[in-house]
Each structure stands twice: as C-alpha cells, then as structure tokens.
C-alpha cells in the first residue's frame, strides 16, 4: 500500500513532473503515518512503528518530488524517446 506510489518513480524522473502523484493521498498518508508511527513509540511496539515510518519515509520521498518537479502535464517533447 505504501509503495504502489513509488512505481510512478521512474516516469517522474524521466518525465521531471509528478502529475501522476495523487497528492491528497498522499498529503493524508503522511499525516496517518505520522500518527500510527508516534503512537507506535509511545506503546514501545516496533511491529507498529517500522511500517508506518518506511511509509512516512516513502511518502515525504513523493511530496519532495511533487515540490520539486511540480504537477503540471508533461510537455510532448519529453514525451518522445
């Protein structure tokens, strides 16, 4: 669930747009991350913990690209091969 956005990884950086990002679930992924990844700590259970901060990781990793590249269309001349 965390990853599947990650696939998109390779055609952002060729595309060098993160159009493709769906940034609301994305923007509502880190905060539940971030959530289930405190309170993880707080009841000391790393089974908890672990996965929801790999998934906060991998989706600050998107927002970064999506402030970094934008999520505007991609121009049809990075289009071509």
């Known amino acids: 669930n965390f990853v599947s956005p990650l696939a998109q990884l390779p055609t952002i ?11 609301p ?14 309170y993880g700590i707080s009841l000391d259970e790393i089974v908890l913990t672990l996965p929801n901060a790999i998934g906060l990781v991998l989706n600050l990793i998107l927002i970064v690209l999506v402030f970094k590249f934008g999520t505007s269309a991609p121009r049809t001349s990075d289009l071509l091969p």
């Open 25 to 38: 679930w994305v923007v509502a992924s880190i905060v539940a991350c971030t959530l289930w990844t405190m």
């Open 13 to 23: 950086l060729r595309l060098k747009t993160a159009a493709s990002v769906p940034v």
